[in-house]
């Protein structure tokens, strides 16, 4: 997998990290949005694994 790949996967991961951390601090923070944001950084954290 080409280096640029991997930056951009990473920059879509830190994007994920900050929209969870963003929906943790509101005051109802909705669980299902949470858990579907988690599920895609997994993949995405899978896939740069998988190109290194």
Do not use: V
């Amino acid at each position: 997998m080409d280096q640029n790949h991997i930056d951009a996967l990473r920059g879509k991961h830190e994007a994920l990290d900050q929209k969870i951390a963003k929906e943790e601090a509101r005051p109802n923070p909705d669980t299902m949005t949470i858990q579907s944001l988690k599920k895609e950084k997994l993949r995405l954290k899978e896939e740069m694994l998988e190109g290194a």
